[in-house]
T-cell receptor, first 115, second 116 residues
Framework: SQTIHQWPATLVQPVGSPLSLECTVE??????LYWYRQAAGRGLQLLFY??????ISSEVPQNLSASRPQDRQFILSSKKLLLSDSGFYLC??????????????FGPGTRLTVT | AQKITQTQPGMFVQEKEAVTLDCTYDTSDPSYGLFWYKQPSSGEMIFLIY??????QNATEGRYSLNFQKARKSANLVISASQLGDSAMYFC?????????????FGKGTTLSVSS
């Protein structure tokens, strides 16, 4: 069966510090991968998605970046965090190239607080 | 532009009763997919049910069913025989047809509280 991992679970970082959140998927190959952010009491906002190694699409201009160094690894980074980067970050995967029915499966999330 | 609207910030229901969570959507794409997710207090997003725009019948998954009214562009989630464990935030989502991947556009969610 497939599983998706995220770490760390929680993180408190000062403004201006760097960020690295990691997401890995097991039990599948060539997945589509996604990073979403959820502000308190709000819905999810897509940040990045990837359909393959080294292929990253950005949805929201910001100081965050994403990389996919391996097929089942997706990393969210920042060189300098802003207060507005606080939120709940969720990684998700879906089966690639399967048409429109492919649901997304989410990881446990990382709760980031920028102080 | 595609959009998902959930107009109920919070809903309250007693155990064993049925509840309907509203969702309306807007898209010009004739082919689309609609999803419902549950988010308990732990934060994890749990997939519940899917409805395709060309599906002839309403989707059902156990106690969950989707009341799909295509002409009205609504995809309401019906939970039958509510349980205390159903207390959570519920999100309606639609596949974004403008992207090569399968990213989703989410509504703002509805908080469901089930009481005994």
């Amino acid at each position: 069966s497939q599983t998706i991992h995220q770490w760390p679970a929680t993180l408190v970082q000062p403004v201006g510090s760097p960020l690295s959140l990691e997401c890995t998927v097991e039990g599948t190959s060539n997945p589509n991968l996604y990073w979403y952010r959820q502000a308190a009491g709000r819905g999810l906002q897509l940040l990045f998605y990837s359909v393959g190694i080294g292929q990253i699409s950005s949805e929201v201009p910001q100081n965050l970046s994403a990389s996919r160094p391996q097929d089942r690894q997706f990393i969210l980074s920042s060189k300098k965090l802003l207060l507005s980067d606080s939120g709940f970050y969720l990684c998700a995967w879906s089966r690639g190239a399967t048409g429109r029915k492919s649901e997304q499966y989410f990881g446990p999330g990382t709760r980031l607080t920028v102080t | 532009a595609q959009k998902i609207t959930q107009t109920q910030p919070g809903m309250f229901v007693q155990e064993k009763e049925a509840v309907t969570l509203d969702c309306t959507y807007d898209t010009s794409d004739p082919s689309y997919g609609l999803f419902w997710y549950k988010q308990p207090s732990s934060g994890e997003m749990i997939f519940l049910i899917y409805q395709g725009s060309y599906d002839q019948q309403n989707a059902t998954e156990g106690r969950y069913s989707l009341n799909f009214q295509k002409a009205r562009k609504s995809a309401n989630l019906v939970i039958s025989a509510s349980q205390l464990g159903d207390s959570a935030m519920y999100f309606c989502a639609m596949r974004d047809s403008n992207q090569a991947g399968t990213a989703l556009i989410f509504g703002k969610g509805t908080t469901l509280s089930v009481s005994s």
